[in-house]
């Protein structure tokens, strides 16, 4: 399936809205427990081949929203100095791994729920909020909800993109992967697998050289909803160092401050983010500055990771937005995040690699070469996500 190109600010596209679905642990699911999650943990990173030596250590349990267990977050160490986490299921109908990396901003963050004493709910990609019981999480989001929609409703925005997405958005649990079950049986099984050939490889993993950008830099005007334009600029700024003429970073007097700065007035950004439909086309309008042969496209997540692959395969990073994180409804950020999308592995599922321009780096991995990165199951969050990628037509 090819996704629709966007060659203007009018084009109208149809967004992909959350819907309730009930939870898995209703039905007769087998449970995971705190051994063989590490064990699957531990398995998992030596196939693809990062943390080989590295102890793995439970911190927290995540839940699900009928308040059943729904995953363990955990934090990797070397040497005793912290070095990235996990999230595992603990049901062997997600996962295993349903999200790893070097980028420890949810670590800091399931701190300080945990200080307050509340149960930590995994509600999607690095989305973790704190409630005394499920009832109680419930109440916090549909107060959320009515606060932000009263908001922009002061603002005459009732009819915008940004208030359709808030008023649709509905509470659910994670969908549920049909593989994961031989995925599951492939890390606990006790058979030692061989060494996979460096000349295959290269058929299940590629990473592309995006040199990250903080949205926090100094200058930046916006910092807490510049995800958008920040992701964007990481693109740009690849593009140039392979050699396109695009205005990217270096030529902006301020660099890559000015860039981000000048990509939030060309997305339309605002206090909420950037919706989908402003990202592409301001991203279009920029790459045509100079050359007015790029093309931009649209998609959503679910059912594209082929798609993905194929433009990551052609040296294209992939702008990704993940709609509505609830997480961000309780802080001042965008309540939309975007990251660049720069790489994948099929070594044991279908995961893709960003560069999320929020990040806090872990002691391990905070040099420019080895900036910290997440890594996601596909098909654990394909449903709450939207694709924007770029090419250049020769």
């Given at each position: 399936?090819?996704?629709?190109?966007?060659?203007?600010?009018?084009?109208?596209?149809?967004?992909?809205?959350?819907?309730?679905?009930?939870?898995?642990?209703?039905?007769?699911?087998?449970?995971?427990?705190?051994?063989?999650?590490?064990?699957a943990?531990?398995?998992?990173?030596?196939?693809?081949?990062?943390?080989?030596?590295a102890?793995?250590?439970?911190?927290?349990?995540?839940?699900?929203?009928?308040?059943?267990?729904?995953?363990?977050?955990?934090?990797?160490?070397?040497?005793?100095?912290?070095?990235?986490?996990?999230?595992?299921?603990a049901?062997?109908?997600?996962g295993?791994?349903?999200?790893?990396?070097?980028?420890?901003?949810?670590?800091?963050?399931?701190?300080?729920?945990?200080?307050?004493?509340?149960?930590?709910?995994?509600?999607?990609?690095?989305?973790?909020?704190?409630?005394?019981?499920?009832?109680?999480?419930?109440?916090?989001?549909?107060?959320?909800?009515?606060?932000?929609?009263?908001?922009?409703?002061?603002?005459?925005?009732?009819?915008?993109?940004?208030?359709?997405?808030?008023?649709?958005?509905?509470?659910?649990?994670?969908?549920?992967?049909?593989?994961?079950?031989?995925?599951?049986?492939?890390?606990?099984?006790?058979?030692?697998?061989?060494?996979?050939?460096?000349?295959v490889?290269?058929?299940y993993?590629?990473?592309?050289?995006?040199?990250?950008?903080?949205?926090?830099?100094?200058?930046?005007?916006?910092?807490?909803?510049?995800?958008?334009?920040t992701?964007?600029?990481?693109?740009?700024?690849?593009?140039?160092?392979?050699?396109?003429?695009?205005?990217?970073?270096?030529?902006?007097?301020?660099?890559?401050?000015?860039?981000?700065?000048?990509?939030?007035?060309?997305?339309?950004?605002?206090?909420?983010?950037?919706?989908?439909?402003?990202?592409?086309?301001?991203?279009?309008?920029?790459?045509?500055?100079?050359?007015?042969?790029?093309?931009?496209?649209?998609?959503?997540?679910?059912?594209?990771?082929?798609?993905?692959?194929?433009?990551?395969?052609?040296?294209?990073?992939?702008?990704?937005?993940?709609?509505?994180?609830?997480?961000?409804w309780?802080?001042?950020?965008?309540?939309?995040?975007?990251?660049?999308?720069?790489?994948?592995?099929?070594?044991?599922?279908?995961?893709?690699?960003?560069?999320?321009?929020?990040?806090?780096?872990?002691?391990?991995?905070?040099?420019?070469?080895?900036?910290?990165?997440?890594?996601?199951?596909?098909?654990?969050?394909?449903?709450?996500?939207?694709?924007?990628?770029?090419?250049?037509?020769?």
């Amino acid at each position: 399936m090819k996704p629709k190109r966007i060659f203007s600010l009018s084009l109208v596209v149809a967004l992909i809205f959350s819907v309730f679905v009930p939870n898995a642990n209703a039905e007769n699911v087998e449970l995971i427990n705190e051994n063989d999650a590490l064990k699957a943990a531990k398995k998992y990173s030596q196939k693809i081949g990062i943390w080989e030596d590295a102890e793995f250590v439970i911190d927290s349990h995540l839940y699900d929203i009928d308040d059943s267990l729904l995953g363990y977050h955990m934090l990797v160490k070397i040497n005793n100095e912290l070095a990235g986490y996990l999230v595992v299921s603990a049901t062997k109908d997600r996962g295993p791994v349903m999200q790893y990396g070097t980028n420890i901003k949810s670590v800091r963050i399931i701190n300080e729920l945990k200080s307050k004493q509340e149960k930590i709910y995994y509600l999607g990609a690095s989305d973790y909020v704190g409630a005394k019981s499920s009832t109680n999480l419930k109440e916090k989001i549909d107060t959320a909800k009515k606060t932000m929609l009263t908001e922009l409703e002061s603002q005459n925005l009732k009819n915008s993109e940004q208030y359709n997405v808030i008023k649709n958005k509905e509470l659910r649990s994670l969908p549920k992967d049909p593989n994961s079950q031989d995925l599951w049986n492939s890390l606990l099984s006790t058979d030692v697998e061989p060494k996979q050939d460096v000349t295959v490889e290269a058929e299940y993993q590629k990473y592309l050289d995006v040199d990250p950008i903080s949205q926090r830099l100094s200058g930046i005007n916006y910092p807490n909803s510049s995800c958008g334009p920040t992701t964007a600029a990481m693109i740009v700024d690849y593009y140039k160092s392979r050699g396109y003429n695009v205005k990217a970073g270096v030529d902006y007097p301020q660099g890559d401050v000015d860039l981000i700065n000048h990509l939030y007035g060309e997305m339309y950004s605002s206090y909420y983010g950037t919706v989908g439909n402003d990202f592409a086309a301001g991203l279009l309008q920029h790459l045509r500055h100079v050359n007015s042969n790029w093309l931009v496209a649209r998609s959503p997540g679910e059912g594209y990771y082929g798609t993905y692959q194929s433009y990551i395969q052609g040296n294209a990073p992939v702008a990704i937005m993940f709609n509505e994180r609830y997480s961000d409804w309780f802080n001042d950020d965008a309540k939309w995040h975007w990251l660049a999308g720069y790489g994948y592995n099929n070594t044991s599922g279908s995961y893709f690699y960003v560069r999320d321009p929020d990040a806090e780096c872990s002691k391990q991995g905070s040099t420019a070469s080895s900036w910290c990165w997440d890594s996601y199951k596909w098909v654990d969050y394909d449903q709450d996500m939207e694709l924007v990628y770029s090419e250049y037509n020769w």
